[in-house]
């Protein structure tokens, strides 16, 4: 018991002090700033930030440490669908934002070049004209041209730039035609890609207004579509294909990580008392055992049902745990002098720890998988005082298979099946106020934007 909470401690000392705490609260609070914007003025832009009341780190910060993350873990449909969208619109909608004295230019959509006083919005479109003679509907690039590039020279036939501004290679130089272009004739491109949220978002910003959203920064990007923002935004490992996550070890690596310090005390207390008892049972082997497939078991169950909820803990774990004790109960229940009282009241503390797994960052998938796969494996691991040997061996016969093979099934439902399930989230979070289980919908996008344009 001592290594794994010894661990968790390094661990949330070491994450709070290069995360640092979010907002200490229930609610969102709104951080505004002054920044530079693209358009190369001081602007002020703000957005909604969760509190944390565990006084711990943000969602973000907790995905990018490791937390149970259904997007981070496979290709999730909805997740890419809306990336899609919007790489779809930067390739054929958007266009070179260029100041009127030329110090600056953006590649953007022309909603968000009106924005910006004293700007011209540089789109090829199907009229063929002096500067657009092959009829492109893609671009163009800021500081880039097809027609008065030098060297890549777009030639005709298969050497020409494709019209898909994703696909055109840098510029390294340009001939003497280039005059008059008012994309080639900015002296700075202000905006690069920054990856933004928890759902792969991306934004042309500054440096500046980047680090104020605490995004991720491309400064060698011209398109959000040349950068993976899902990677970003996950962090640890990069993913083997930039498009397809594959961080599946996040079931294991998030029971060592906590959403705050009273999660981490209350963690610690209930892990240390029980795994204790556990311990003089069935040994530290078996004991380890039980806790971490209790705890994958549970993160997987979870992930399945609601995997846009970022979750870290052994919360599954423990519930594990508890099961354990809870079988013991049962299996000794001819030799107790009062199995009834003893059993209710690790009934009663399980019920305690369900409500709790109603609050924000608390999983009650993970408690109730947790528990169950707890049982499984507490009855084949735990000595039985009075069982026959057969009968043991019986139980151990039945009880390891069933819980592999529901390991094995519910790894595959969650690779497999996209549950669309929008009343699963009230069984983890009650909604007391109107932002309380915000951050479990799938609207996070939309509010993110939402409020940076509002401002």
């Not at 661990?7 to 640092?20: C, D, F």
């Not at 996040?250 to 892990?271: D, M, N, P, Y």
Request: proline share 5%.
């Amino acid at each position: 018991t001592a290594l794994p909470i010894s661990v968790q401690v390094i661990v949330l000392v070491v994450s709070m002090a290069v995360y640092g705490v979010a907002p200490i609260g229930f609610e969102f609070k709104t951080k505004q700033s002054q920044v530079m914007a693209t358009s190369l003025a001081i602007e002020s832009r703000g957005y909604d930030v969760e509190q944390n009341f565990w006084i711990g780190p943000s969602y973000e910060n907790l995905i990018h440490l490791g937390a149970k993350f259904g997007p981070c873990m496979r290709r999730d449909s909805r997740v890419y669908d809306a990336i899609e969208r919007e790489r779809t619109a930067e390739i054929h909608d958007h266009g070179c934002c260029v100041r009127l004295d030329r110090i600056g230019c953006v590649f953007t959509s022309s909603s968000e070049c009106s924005k910006s006083l004293f700007t011209e919005f540089v789109k090829y479109n199907v009229t063929p004209d002096i500067f657009n003679p092959d009829r492109r509907t893609s671009g163009p690039l800021c500081k880039s041209d097809p027609y008065t590039c030098s060297n890549p020279v777009s030639g005709s036939g298969s050497s020409a730039w494709k019209d898909d501004v994703s696909e055109w290679p840098d510029c390294l130089s340009f001939g003497s035609s280039s005059s008059g272009i008012a994309q080639l004739e900015c002296e700075e491109v202000t905006g690069r890609p920054c990856c933004v949220g928890i759902q792969g978002e991306c934004i042309m910003a500054t440096e500046d207004e980047c680090n104020f959203y605490e995004g991720f920064f491309h400064e060698n990007k011209t398109l959000c579509s040349e950068v993976s923002c899902m990677e970003s935004i996950c962090g640890l490992t990069d993913f083997l294909h930039p498009d397809k996550p594959d961080q599946i070890y996040r079931v294991w690596i998030s029971l060592f990580l906590h959403v705050g310090v009273i999660h981490c005390l209350v963690s610690l207390v209930v892990e240390f008392i029980i795994g204790r008892d556990i311990e003089k049972l069935a040994g530290w082997f078996k004991t380890m055992l039980i806790f971490v497939f209790s705890g994958i078991g549970g993160n997987i169950v979870s992930a399945f049902f609601t995997p846009y909820q970022p979750e870290v803990g052994p919360s599954g774990a423990i519930f594990g745990l508890f099961a354990a004790l809870v079988m013991d109960v049962i299996q000794q229940w001819n030799i107790l002098r009062n199995p009834v009282a003893q059993l209710m009241k690790l009934l009663v503390i399980v019920l305690l720890l369900f409500v709790l797994g109603l609050l924000p960052y608390v999983d009650n998938y993970a408690h109730v998988s947790g528990f169950l796969f707890g049982l499984l494996l507490s009855a084949a691991f735990l000595p039985s005082i009075g069982t026959k040997r057969q009968t043991k061996i019986i139980m151990i016969c039945v009880c390891l298979p069933l819980c592999f093979a529901l390991l094995v099934m519910f790894f595959l439902l969650f690779y497999l099946v996209e549950l669309d399930c929008d009343g699963c989230k009230y069984f983890t979070c009650i909604p007391v106020t109107d932002t309380f289980c915000l951050d479990l919908d799938q609207n996070l996008r939309q509010r993110f934007f939402d409020e940076r344009l509002a401002i």
